[in-house]
């Protein structure tokens, strides 16, 4: 069985960070071990503490995990501070780590911070440049390129921008305002769309911690980049549109949909 690691946050209510990846790597088909970088008390409204782990313990679950069940693949979420960050990146570069997928999580859905602001310019030092793809989503990659995003065309100017600054692949996601939930991947200077058809649900909680669990459980699986990430908006499609309605706020969704498809039985290449 193919193995992928998250690295991230762990959610008290269960609809993103660390398991949100857990539940989509399972019904994505591979072992997930975790590295916790921070403990949140949350739920569908809010955040309402965040307690960061020491950044030497952190090192030490990574350790844990990489001398043992070596990862085909690793999820970065949710990361708060430089120290944090460049533990990571230490570790992720001494262990030789392949097919990293970093999601640069800065608000959670309900509009809290979960990242500070210095720790924001050690992402971009310290960790883009190890990503196989980065995943922003707009208010993240106007973060990141420095500019704005209104429409499509700012939309490629933005990856390339980014793309071409760390070296990696950048899968914008365009859900948030500027389209139906179109994602566009920018790669070695060339772009291509991921169409999605927008599912009128609000419950949409941990969609970004789920497509980057579920793209780093394809390429642990062997496929390519292009066919991880059809393959996941797929999962988080069905995920999305399994209409789960948990919570007083933006609820999680149903990642165990459909746990008997061949997401889980399909035969890996
Ligand atoms: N209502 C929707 N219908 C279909 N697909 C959606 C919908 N909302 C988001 N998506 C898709 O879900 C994926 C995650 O995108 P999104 O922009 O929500 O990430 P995010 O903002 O990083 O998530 P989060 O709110 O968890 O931080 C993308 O592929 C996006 O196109
Ligand atoms: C722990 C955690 N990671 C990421 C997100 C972003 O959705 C969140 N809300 N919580």
Known sequence: MRTALTIAGSDSGGGAGIQADIKTMITNGVFATCAITALTAQNTLG???IMDVDDEFLGKELDAVFTDIYPDAVKIGMVSSSALIKKIA???TFYKAKNIVVDPVMVATSGSKLISDDA????????????????PNIPEAEVISEMKI???DEM???????????????LLKGGHKVNDANDLLYRNGSYKWFYGKRIDNP?????GCTLS??????LAKGYDLDTSVSRSKEYIS??????????????PMNHGFDISSDYVLEKEN
Request: aromatic letters at 4%.
């Open 90 to 92: 230490e570790k992720l």
């Open 156 to 170: 490629i100017e933005a990856s390339k921008i980014i793309s071409e600054k760390y070296n990696c692949a950048v």
């Open 47 to 49: 955040v309402t503490g």
């Open 213 to 218: 669990s579920a793209i780093a459980s394809n």
């Open 120 to 135: 924001i310019e050690t992402l971009k030092n310290n960790l883009f440049s190890l990503a196989t793809v980065l995943t």
């Open 150 to 152: 209104t429409n499509e």
């Open 203 to 207: 419950n949409t909680h941990g969609t």
């Open 238 to 251: 069905g995920a999305l549109g399994a209409m789960l309605d948990l919570g007083k706020g933006s609820g």
